[in-house]
């Protein structure tokens, strides 16, 4: 994460100085913020829980912890270091408002399905479950975030649509407006979880895991240009822009979630490039 996007935030438990009964200390930046990713670290060996649940700490001692968009006012952390001393912290969460959409013109089918499609939808439902359960100790998110591609921005995080006069779910992505055929580039470095071509909601639909549950999603891509079980680079070129699936222009919709919880992608990188 860039430090020009993300707000730091330093716990101290006790001011460290030299001498080994030195209290540890817990690092913690991102943006408090319902959405925001917030990347952590303590002493190695340590063990973390957020909201009453275990987060996986790396051998150097780096974790991640998220807010949804319905994340509530206050949350918790809580320590337990080698040494056996535990601490407890309570984490204030900015709330956000949320923009309303209005998308017409959809094909009826796209916004009620029939039973058979609800079938098929709940099978690619269980594909997207399994990829986001992956929890691999890999650390590819420390490498930072870009835009996946550039373009302008048509949708954005949180926004509730209504789509042909009714209220659907929150929209959950950051959405791209560019040419089909535009080059979409890994945002930062990771290994390719899911490669399905045709989605019925998503379309071409792609997932790249950066380690310790994060995940990127990129949804209606016309073309995959590398494979599941790749191992991808920070801007190597891995699909291509489309306008596959629930999708009325070519555009890419890019999403980041950490397990089930729902980030704001757009949270971990800087403005648009013009």
């Not at 098929?120 to 650390?139: F, G």
């Not at 890994?186 to 979880?193: H, N, Q, R």
């Not at 016309?222 to 009325?248: C, D, H, M, N, Y």
Request: positive net charge.
């Amino acid at each position: 994460m860039r430090a020009t996007v993300c707000l730091a935030v330093l716990f101290v438990l006790l001011p460290s100085g030299p001498t080994q009964s030195a209290e540890p200390t817990v690092h913690l930046e991102g943006p408090r913020v319902q959405g925001g990713l917030l990347r952590g670290r303590v002493v190695p060996g340590s063990t973390v829980k957020f909201e009453g649940e275990r987060v996986r700490v790396s051998k150097d001692g780096w974790f991640l912890i998220g807010f949804g968009r319905e994340a509530s006012p206050k949350a918790v952390l809580s320590v337990v270091f080698p040494d056996g001393r535990r601490q407890r912290f309570g984490l204030s969460v900015k709330s956000r408002k949320y923009r309303i959409q209005r998308i017409d013109g959809l094909p009826p089918g796209k916004v009620t399905p029939s039973k058979e499609e609800l079938k098929r939808i709940r099978r690619e439902v269980a594909l997207v479950k399994r990829a986001r359960k992956i929890d691999d100790p890999r650390t590819d998110f420390l490498g930072g975030f870009r835009w996946p591609v550039k373009g302008i921005i048509s949708g954005v995080y949180g926004s509730q649509r209504i789509l042909n006069g009714q209220p659907r779910q929150p929209h959950y992505g950051i959405d791209i407006a560019a040419p089909r055929g535009t080059r979409v580039v890994a945002p930062a470095a990771g290994v390719v979880t899911l490669a399905h071509p045709d989605m019925y909601f998503s379309g071409g639909t792609m997932m790249v895991d950066h380690g310790h549950g994060l995940q990127s999603a990129f949804l209606h891509l016309s073309r995959f240009l590398v494979k599941k079980g790749q191992r991808v680079k920070q801007g190597q070129p891995i699909a291509e822009v489309g306008s596959t699936g629930r999708s009325t222009g070519p555009h890419l919709d890019w999403r980041v979630n950490l397990f089930s919880r729902r980030l704001d992608a757009a949270l971990l990188v800087g403005p648009m490039p013009k």
